[in-house]
């Protein structure tokens, strides 16, 4: 009866502590729920950025229908551009990566709002149009 009375108490201690642990568990999902909002920022080197390009592609952008979708420091349909340029290093793979974007079109990375393609865009000027707008992060 001893050893049962024991086993007993053990089993009882296990399954306190595992609910005990559960509600840690809980809070803390709780808490990074609540902190779901928080900014994502895409670790990486920044380059320094041409500024012929970076001219150019301010030329471009007020060329284009970006500003249907984008403000340079407040989200609308779309994320602003200065929120973009905080999220991404400015370096040649992320240039390339978010030209393509701009071309292809996609979605998910802001939320729901699709980003719409532009196919018409040359890589080259894809690239010049991002170039600016990553030169818009100020650290």
Known sequence: MGLRYKIT???????????????????SFEIVE??????????????????????????????????????????????SFSDIARRYPSNQTYIEFLARKVINGGSGTWGTPVMRAHPSLSQIDAEEMVIYILSLDIK
Do not use: M, W
């Open 34 to 79: 609540e902190s779901n909002d928080e900014f994502f920022i895409v670790p990486g080197e920044d380059e320094l950025l041409d500024s012929l390009k970076v001219k150019s592609g301010k030329v471009l952008i007020s060329y284009s229908d970006c500003f249907e979708c984008h403000k340079l420091d407040q989200d609308a349909t779309g994320p």
């Open 9 to 27: 108490f053990l089993i009882g201690l296990g399954i306190l502590f595992s609910c005990q642990s559960t509600s840690r568990e809980e809070k």
